[in-house]
């Protein structure tokens, strides 16, 4: 019998960060790598603080193994500021995906922007298309952001 897929809140599992810093510079070198702008480790340490008060981080795992991460932000796409929360830095690992990890991921992202009284959530993707139709999100907008064609997704929480 599989693992069952577990989600906890990151704030609980902090001496992942620097594993879970390695996962992004790995997948989004471009903004995370040594010519980038981002900062793997102070994202993940900011979404490692509260689990009451955005962002808040969450991990998967199978076992006690993490194989997934994702963040319920205030803000996501400067194009788009005037939406919020986003389900954000959701990554699961590659030798992971296909098996649900990543829809657990976002479902419980839905569950507690809808904990913390959100009637809708929002996510900006570009690879993520097929899990968020496959969950019933409504494609809004599609927009060009920085050479990328994203499709900017809602769904309702149960708030």
Known sequence: MAQPIVVSPLPRHRELVPL??????????????????????????????????????LVAFLGATPVGVGALKNESNPTHKHLSPWAAASLVLPTHRGHGVGTELVAC?????????????????????????????????????????LGIFRTATAA
């Open 109 to 149: 992202l839905v569950r507690l922007a809808a904990c913390l009284g959100y009637p809708h959530v929002h996510c900006a993707t570009s690879t993520a298309i097929t899990l968020l139709r496959r969950s019933g999100w409504s494609e809004i907008e599609h927009i060009q952001y920085e050479g990328q064609l």
């Open 20 to 57: 879970l810093a390695s996962w992004f510079v790995q997948e989004w070198s471009s903004w995370y790598g040594p010519s980038g702008q981002g900062d793997a480790i102070a994202d993940l340490t900011a979404f490692a603080v509260s689990e009451i008060s955005l962002p808040i981080g």
